[in-house]
């Protein structure tokens, strides 16, 4: 059998067997694209609906699927991919009757429900995956039960510590299931498969990776033990004085009143997660022959008072909000005047920030300062291409109270006072935290803490007229204070006045996603170019490159630099709730003088762009529409920005003598913020994106150019 694995790269399609082959045209760009399948042979299309209604009726293909490769690890360490013999079919045959005779023994997964489709978090139930042991294939199946028959077995003549280490145990065996399931990708980097939980959803993936479960590796349960032991001499050195844990609900606890030194949560997150139901995905292995029993009335009671968004459950906003301010109140309660409060938050969104911190203020606590930690893996998905935080953020606070524990309500501040000190807030933190290597959403919602101190000490704080000023207000004050800093440090001091609005907003918006050096311009990892993307309303929506923001973080930064996102439509595009800088490329025709009906048609779009980026294309066409004048060079832009942007394109394509034209001899190089702007875009824009390589380009030429 003979077989190539090709792999996409920036530059284009490859053979992995041979790297510096290009492959100009492959046989596939992956078999299902938004949940249609596609032939290999006659390149039929099977729609979406139709393939789920396929799959239904095989309780989501799970049992059916057929492997078409194997990997194996060399002894000289490398990686080959192999074609299966007679053998491996035999083995998954054999599996599936194993497990049969265990069935008939009462050794089987349960056979408890997903929840119904359109549950949050959930997308597989669409293709008939109903219950649990759907995601699962057989010989997974067979492994885990079997490693959870050998727990079961576990026993020593002290009853306690065998029931203790069959629970350990168990929950090891339930851990490796998320690296034995069909939602397992492979991960072509590594040449492994990725956990199931590469996001907290379940959602369909198409080609699943199996792991062989003693390759010493992700889903060994050897490793997975010495995980356990790692643990276990953690917890006996770290706990030497016992300590006693207790669940209850966090809005009524049992603790009495002042009587905590430390308030330390990490919240959820409106609907980010849907905790409960997630967690029979590991439920169904724990409760397996009663090595941990669980108290079905009181998991009902947990998922009713769960604090999560679940409009599915009843559970809206305002309930989740009105939950979080109750638990918040009841953490005060407990803890001492001189006590300590840690709230940990990871969220992006600004509403959820606001709703966050006001529930704190409701609370009657003080917010004293935020430091962001890392926490997070850079390589997750939610990280990619976007300004997810790199990190979450510890929210410091103290409780609003007199020495005998009564919460201060008579203090008023005066809004004039506050806007006074916020400033100078802003100038002592940001300077710091730059030295910390906290730069981008880090920093801004690292700068909340200090900033919300000044306002969170007093009941409430009241303008000139009486009127009392809202935390929303506030915080409007709060960003528009860090874009100003902020921009300020990126121009290293220089006055940032000089440069019209555009300039401002994209050095903001490029910090603002430094974070870890965040993925942009499509950047995407490897797990998440297996995962599901078959919803119906995504696949008519046209993909926006370039690099995003949250919607309403987008809008804050720009008011604060006095901009409108709505101004500038041949900069930013915005859809939904998440506003996107175009990319330079996709400036071409706004920047060059081409309109629509200059445009060149769809079809020869396509063939040249064969040959060559689709912005050359571009400017060709706006070269010979005559646009250019009669020196052979572009028009000038208007603002430095436009000005940067036409000099980067022109060094992508190659035009050196229309550059040298462009800089010289219509000026634009004789600017002086031309350079400053094209330092600090370089700056700026994400490591290994064409734009930083572009406008490097530019300032390559600026000593040549005699500038």
């Not at 077995?153 to 399931?181: A, H, M, Q, W």
């Not at 440090?489 to 430094?514: K, N, Q, Y």
Request: glycine share 8%.
């Amino acid at each position: 059998m003979n077989f190539r694995i090709i792999a996409k790269q920036s530059h284009g399609w490859v053979d992995q067997a041979n790297p510096k082959t290009k492959i100009e045209n492959p046989i596939l760009d992956g078999p299902v694209k938004r949940g249609s399948a596609t032939c290999p042979c006659c390149r039929y299309t099977t729609p979406v609906e139709r393939v789920r209604t396929q799959l239904r009726a095989r309780r989501g293909g799970t049992e059916d699927a057929l492997p078409y490769s194997k990997v194996v690890r060399t002894r000289e360490g490398s990686t080959e991919y192999r074609p299966l013999i007679n053998g491996d079919f035999v083995a998954l045959k054999r599996a599936k009757e194993r497990l049969a005779e265990l069935a008939e023994s009462d050794v089987k997964v349960s056979t408890l429900s997903l929840p119904p489709d359109g549950a949050l978090g959930f997308r597989v139930q669409k293709y008939g995956i109903l219950e649990w042991a759907d995601l699962f294939l057989s010989r997974q199946q067979l492994q885990l039960l079997t490693y959870l028959c050998i727990v079961q077995r576990v026993k020593l003549d002290n009853e306690e510590l065998s029931s203790i280490l069959r629970e350990l145990f168990g929950i090891t065996v339930s851990k490796l299931s998320s690296f034995s399931s069909s939602l397992c990708v492979w991960r072509n980097v590594r040449s492994c498969v990725a956990q199931t939980f590469g996001r907290q959803t379940l959602s369909m993936v198409w080609d699943f990776g199996e792991m062989n479960p003693f390759a010493e590796s992700a889903g060994d349960f050897g490793e997975a033990i010495e995980y356990l032991a790692k643990l276990i001499e953690h917890v006996v050195v770290s706990s030497r004085e016992g300590g006693i844990a207790q669940e209850a609900d966090a809005a009524a606890s049992p603790l009495a009143d002042d009587s905590g030194d430390l308030f330390f949560t990490d919240p959820p997150y409106y609907d980010a997660i849907p905790y409960d139901h997630l967690s029979a995905f590991f439920g169904i292995w724990l409760c397996f022959g009663g090595i941990l029993l669980l108290d079905e009335k009181a998991g009902l009671r947990r998922r009713e008072d769960e604090c999560i968004v679940d409009e599915g459950l009843g559970k809206s906003r305002q309930f989740f909000e009105g939950k979080m301010t109750k638990a918040l109140m009841e953490g005060r309660r407990v803890a001492k005047p001189s006590a300590v409060g840690v709230i940990v938050f990871g969220h992006k969104s600004t509403d959820g920030w606001e709703a966050q911190l006001g529930a704190m203020l409701d609370a009657g606590w003080i917010i004293t300062s935020s430091w962001p930690i890392d926490t997070e893996r850079s390589g997750r998905l939610r990280a990619q291409d976007s300004a997810a935080l790199g990190s979450s953020i510890q929210i410091t606070c103290r409780p609003r109270e007199n020495p005998d524990g009564s919460v201060r309500t008579n203090e008023v501040g005066d809004w004039r006072d506050v806007l006074q000190e916020l400033p100078c807030c802003i100038h002592e933190w940001m300077p710091r935290l730059a030295e910390e290597g906290v730069v981008g959403a880090d920093a801004i919602f690292a700068c909340l803490g200090p900033a919300l101190e000044i306002f969170s000490r007093y009941s409430w704080v009241e303008k000139a007229s009486g009127e009392v000023v809202t935390l929303k207000e506030y915080l409007e004050q709060v960003w528009a204070a860090v874009a100003k800093e902020a921009l300020a440090m990126v121009f290293h001091g220089a006055d940032a006045s000089g440069f019209e609005e555009d300039a401002r907003l994209t050095a903001m918006w490029l910090w603002t996603l430094r974070t870890g050096e965040s993925n942009g311009n499509g950047a995407t990892s490897d797990e998440e170019s297996e995962a599901d993307e078959d919803d119906e309303e995504s696949s008519k929506k046209r993909k926006v490159a370039g690099f995003a923001l949250e919607y309403d973080a987008a809008r804050k930064i720009a008011q604060g630099l006095g901009a409108h996102l709505e101004d500038l439509t041949s900069l930013v595009e915005i859809k939904g709730d998440t506003a996107w800088l175009l990319p330079v490329a996709e400036r071409t025709r706004a920047l060059f003088g081409k309109d629509d009906a200059q445009a060149p048609s769809v079809a020869r779009r396509k063939k040249e762009a064969q040959q060559k980026l689709l912005f050359e294309v571009e400017l060709q066409e706006a070269e010979e529409s005559g646009g250019w004048g009669q020196k052979g060079v572009p028009r000038v832009g208007t603002t430095v920005l436009d000005r940067v942007h036409q000099a980067m394109i022109l060094f992508a394509a190659g035009r050196g003598e229309a550059l040298r034209r462009f800089l010289v001899d219509e000026g634009a190089g004789r600017d002086e913020r031309f350079w400053r702007l094209a330092q600090a875009l370089s700056a700026l824009y994400p490591s290994g994106t064409d734009e930083r390589r572009w406008v490097e380009g530019v300032q390559a030429r600026k000593k040549g150019l005699g500038f």
